[in-house]
């Protein structure tokens, strides 16, 4: 086996940004499915199958995003958020939510994870799975950019994961962990520089 040059896939890395002005229309149904199969080429658990991922269709949205605003607005009310800024946030999530030209959400099921009665090793045989997420998430997300998406992920399903499997009919066993919203980027948005960073900072060796 020849050793592949890796600058292009350093550069495709550097590259990606998370672009949240997004246009339609909604992806055709065979990207959508290719860039799932991609997430599903992540490293898993134990040889596990843990990720699940649905596409959320635009007649589900409203309900969907008032069983999440409603959890959501409860949150804030106890956090003591002052009512006018609860209104801006809540307002922003639906937006995200319904307007998403194609909406993914991403779950975690629990088959083949290895099971201990003391919590300790419970919760961290549960992080091995959201590991494994985090870089099926890596993997669409890269495939978007690749493509000339644009994509972003929200982390909002993972506080209110029984409001989002009753909104969607999903089983108990699906544990929703993001969504990710695709489409076209905006010719107007201008997405954040990533700051270059000092590895230094965040590196160690012993």
């Not at 896939?9 to 992806?27: H, K, N």
């Not at 922003?92 to 998403?100: G, Y």
């Amino acid at each position: 086996m020849t050793n592949p040059d890796p600058s292009a896939l350093d550069a495709a890395i550097s590259a990606r940004r998370s672009i949240r002005g997004l246009e339609g229309p909604p992806l055709p149904p065979e990207q959508v499915e290719a860039l799932v199969a991609l997430a599903l080429t992540a490293p898993a658990p134990h040889h596990t199958e843990p990720w699940r991922f649905v596409e959320v269709s635009p007649a589900r949205r409203a309900t969907l995003a008032d069983a999440m605003g409603a959890a959501r607005a409860a949150d804030l009310e106890h956090d003591g958020l002052p009512e006018a800024r609860r209104a801006w946030a809540l307002a922003r999530s639906r937006r995200r939510i319904v307007d998403a030209p194609t909406l993914l959400l991403g779950c975690l099921v629990a088959d083949g994870l290895n099971e201990y009665a003391d919590d300790r090793r419970a919760r961290a045989e549960w992080g091995l799975a959201q590991h494994s997420f985090g870089a099926a998430l890596q993997n669409l997300l890269l495939g978007a950019s690749a493509r000339g998406l644009g994509a972003y992920w929200i982390s909002a399903p993972l506080y209110a994961p029984d409001e989002v499997r009753a909104a969607l009919d999903l089983d108990a066993t699906w544990h929703p962990q993001a969504f990710v919203c695709l489409g076209h980027p905006n010719a107007e948005y201008v997405p954040f520089d990533r700051p270059d960073r000092d590895v230094a900072r965040f590196f160690v060796r012993r």
